[in-house]
């Protein structure tokens, strides 16, 4: 499940906090902002995949067994991204030392 990012936001100009971090390097650094907002941007689609799940779960009785195995694979699947992601962006932010996305 993925999230495309829109192109507009490549123009955006950097965050000023971040600005100071690399400012020998701003092609890199507007990289790393884009790049942290569409992890960020991953992470809120994960987490709406992940309730969109657990409210189907929480219905079971309503479909046959099958249909509700897919669903708790599919939401166990869901969480494990949004854990990976998590871990990302919080380690894109110890290396930046700033806000990723």
Known sequence: MGFDLDRSEVDRPVDADAAHLHSD???QLTEQSVFGRALSQ???????AIDAYRKIAEHGDKY???TLRLVKVALAVEEEHAEILARIIEN???LTGAPAG
């Open 25 to 27: 390097a701003p092609e």
């Open 42 to 48: 991953n992470l809120i689609a994960e987490r709406f």
């Open 92 to 94: 894109l932010r110890h």
């Open 64 to 66: 046959d067994k099958a």
